[in-house]
Structure formats: structure tokens, C-alpha cells
């Protein structure tokens, strides 16, 4: 049986590092990594020492990183997944919501996460079965009961390949959200978004992606901070979703409603 209380304890460990790295480092060469995508020196120096660190202290666990890709494969059910820096269009342009996530997937469901945004200076964790916390506080949804009063969080838009087409299901999610939630904001962090669902800062995050580095740690404390956590189509989210939904179950269905809509809109423009 895996034990979830220790490894937390060996990903805040983890996260400890990183999270010194990114606000002690220089920022270093930024390159390009793709269309209007790019990666620091910090990024690769964090994925760098978390997957040494990682691979040493869980050598049974496999290992998978933003930047690098896939280690330790063969670990067997249980993998790491590590953001080193969640948004690093927000760090290279000195915005602070940005942060490390880390995650463990077990099978194809995340069951553990730490959150880190180091110049906030608050660090958030979670595991199946252990409670959700910011700090030592333990952390909840909010209890808005209707989308009209609801901050909700969006997910970047698309770039690179295919991007007008892949665009076009989130430009009706935002044109649907601007004329019913109180509030729509794109923070830019998928880290920052399901940490703050999950502490009642937002009311929902939806993200028409789903990217375990960037979803896994924060889907594990929303989920057991209380929030919904499902895929585009309602379903429970797991590795394989194609997007990420996490809101305050007092608006669930609502939103569930409003996410249906914008992705059958946004196909039947192409």
C-alpha cells in the first residue's frame, strides 16, 4: 500500500529546493522552445536537481519532467510530475504568480500534490486521504451557489500547431463566461488557478488542456480540499482528460453546463 504521508513529506522536501533555486537563481538565457513558448535556466536547473533527488530518495517511483521528458519508466505504477516553473512567461516577465508543482500519479489519477508560489510566499499540499492545506491551515472550496457571483479562472490560450482551430472551443468558453460569471480571469499559472480553487480564491478554474506537469499537483489538493475535479465532458478527471475543470461543487453543474456548450460551439466553427 503506498504511503502517502511519507512521500509528501519527500515532495515538500523537493519542493523546498526548488523553490530556493527559483528565487535565488538568476534568470540566466532564455530560450526558445517552441511558438511563443519559452524555458529559463531556472527551469532546467530545478527539473535537473528534483529528478536527481527524486530518483535517489524513490528510486521505485518514475519520474516525469516539463522539460525533459520521462525517467525511470520502469518504476512501476506510481510517477512524479514535476512544473519546475509554472508560467515562465510570468517569471521571465517579472509577474509573481508563478510557482513549482509537483504531483504523483498513481495509475492514471494524481494522489498527491505541493504547490509552491515562492514570491507569494505560500505553499500549498495535499494528498489522498491527508486533507488539503495552505501552510498549516487547512484549505476548502468556496460556497458560491451561482455562476453570476463566480470569479472563474481560464486556461491559456493555445499556441503553436493548430492553434486558430485549437483556439477556437476557448474563445467560445470565454465569450460564454464574459456574459455570466461575475468575473473572468486568466492568470496564466494552471498552478496558481487549482491551488486557489481548491483555498476559496476562485470559484473555478477550467483549462481545455491537461498537461501533468502542470495539472497533476493541483488536481490532487483541489480534489481533496473538496472541490470538483472533472474533464471537459464531466467525467472524472484523470492523465488521460483532455481538460481540466475544477470548481466549487455549489456551481458544478452550472459550469459543467457552460463547458459543454463552449466546446460543441467551438467545433462546429471548423
Known sequence: MTDLAALLEVADRAVDQAAELVTTMSLGKVTAKGDRDTVSEIDLAVEEKLRTFLLAETPEIGFLGEEHGASNEAGGALTWSLGPVDSTANLVNGMPLCGVSLGLVEGNRSVLGVIDLPFLGER??????QGAFRGEERISPRRTTSLKDAIVAI????VGHNAENRNAPRLALTNLLATRAMRVRMLGSAATDLAWVAADR????IALSNHLWDTAAGTAIAREAGARVVDWDGTPHTAMSTATVVCAPSIAD???RIVKAA???GFELF
Request: cysteine-free; glycine content about 16%.
Open 124 to 129: 500549498y499540499r495535499g494528498a489522498a486521504g
Open 155 to 158: 486556461g491559456d490560450y493555445a
Open 202 to 205: 476562485l470559484d473555478a478554474s
Open 254 to 256: 452550472e459550469v459543467a
Open 263 to 265: 466546446h460543441e460551439e
